[in-house]
């Protein structure tokens, strides 16, 4: 729990700051005169005044965004002589540049954090499937337990490498996304075999795509194998004999392919509410064992399952995705740009009905996530700090009013008639964007609240 607070913090902290500053330094190099440079809302808990304006720094006790207070007359009295340094006398472009100049810092945040990520090199498990469900696109394209995606080809002629499961599914994502089938050149566990294979995306639409849909697809865990790992004592694994270590060959005489198939043959183990007893064939020290195994029943979403409350599967294989100074800064780029791109098309998707609004997530999610990446290690905590630091470039360059892109709104309102818009229809259009903000907010609460309660 602390570990999540402080990692939590620390990610708001680095992206408001950086968001402001990108504010803040632009407002400076137009000559405007910057009064507050706030990171947070509310009581101010530290505060510093620094530099010829006597521009005051603070921390203040909800850390939920920031602000930068610049000079300008229709906020307060402006002094003659100071008048030429107020955020409103300056040039179009000028306010235009000072008020894009926080989204576009977040923006070339991500593109570094990315990169570092890349440099560092991020642990992550090889692209070697586990068993796909059954009547899955992933089974239908002839993939089974053990294969490895080496690459992925959306024409059948260009082919990008792959270098970790994590990288499939993010590929297969941007596929769905377009509504386009792809290619697959897959091999063995061992490297041989190699051969390609066609899966089908053409079934799924924009509105499927959200955080499962690869689960969807097949894209399960990686491969692991049926290796049992802790038993509890007094579970029906301890009972049956099961030990740390053993390795399952057979559960009532069919092979088992791996981690994956095993615990679908344990939950399917159940007959009218009662568990059905399994015949497991296992390995130890270079022996084969027998056991008898009755799973207990579990109630899972109204649905009766089998459980052994012992730990099946081993860590899967792992390989470091490790990039160059200029390889990173590209990948680190290109990767800002997809998600980007992914994010605006995922928000317009929910805005007309083709994407569920359980996508939007809070900042209970990103505490959460924050929390785990952070003891995955450094490479994987500054790759969610990227992602996070897009969505927010990417969502205060919307045009809703209160958000920098509504400011920018009406730039090009004033760009294209030659005056600004009305006091009166400002009024109007940030009484509707606070109501619409607080909407989206309200919303990604209950999903937040929703995904801890196993809701969603």
Not at 65 to 94: C, I, T
Not at 312 to 329: H, K
């Amino acid at each position: 729990m602390i570990v999540t607070a402080l990692a939590f913090v620390a990610t708001l902290g680095v992206l408001i700051v950086v968001h402001e500053y990108g504010h803040y330094r632009v407002a400076v190099a137009c000559g405007v005169k910057v009064q507050r440079f706030s990171v947070g809302f509310g009581r101010v808990l530290f505060s510093r005044v620094r530099g010829a304006d006597r521009t005051e720094f603070v921390v203040c006790a909800l850390p939920l965004g920031g602000y930068v207070k610049m000079l300008d007359e229709r906020e307060e009295p402006v002094a003659a002589h100071e008048r030429h340094r107020a955020f409103n006398r300056q040039s179009l472009p000028r306010r235009a540049a000072i008020v894009s100049a926080g989204p576009l810092a977040n923006l070339v945040l991500a593109v570094l954090l990315y990169a570092a990520a890349h440099w560092i090199g991020i642990e992550e498990p090889k692209a070697v499937l586990g068993t796909p469900p059954a009547g899955s696109a992933v089974e239908a394209a002839g993939l089974r337990a053990g294969d490895w995606v080496r690459a992925v080809s959306r024409d059948g002629l260009a082919w990008d490498e792959v270098d970790s499961m994590t990288d499939l599914r993010w590929q297969v994502t941007q596929a769905a996304m377009q509504g386009r089938s792809i290619d697959l050149e897959v091999s063995q566990r061992d490297g041989h075999g190699v051969r390609t294979l066609h899966l089908d995306l053409s079934r799924y639409s924009t509105r499927d795509v959200d955080s499962g849909l690869v689960g969807q697809l097949g894209f399960g865990a990686p491969f692991s194998e049926a290796r049992i790992g802790e038993v509890r004592a007094g579970s029906p694994g301890a009972a049956a004999g099961l030990r740390a270590g053993d390795r399952v060959l057979l559960v009532d005489g069919q092979p088992v392919a791996d981690a994956t198939a095993l615990v679908r043959r344990v939950r399917a183990a159940v007959e009218d509410g009662k568990g059905v007893g399994m015949r497991w064939r296992v390995e130890r020290g270079g022996r084969e064992l027998d056991l008898d195994i009755v799973p207990r029943v579990v109630q899972v979403d109204g649905q009766a399952i089998g459980r052994i409350d012992t730990v099946v599967g081993s860590m899967p294989e792992t390989t470091v995705v490790r990039r160059g100074f200029l390889d990173g800064l590209q990948q680190g780029a290109s990767r800002t740009w997809e998600v980007s791109s992914l994010t605006l098309r995922m928000m317009g998707n929910m805005l007309i009905g083709e994407a569920s609004l359980k996508n939007l997530s809070g900042p209970l999610t990103i505490a959460d996530y924050a929390g785990q990446s952070v003891q995955r290690g450094p490479a994987v905590y500054l790759g969610f700090l990227a992602l996070v630091s897009v969505s927010l470039g990417v969502l205060n360059l919307l045009p809703l009013p209160m958000l920098d892109g509504g400011h920018l709104m009406y730039y090009i309102f004033e760009a294209v008639t030659g005056r600004p818009v009305s006091d009166l229809w400002l009024a109007r259009l940030q009484r509707g964007g606070i109501a619409v903000l607080l909407m989206m907010m309200s919303l990604a609460l209950f999903n937040d609240v929703a995904r801890l309660l196993g809701l969603h």
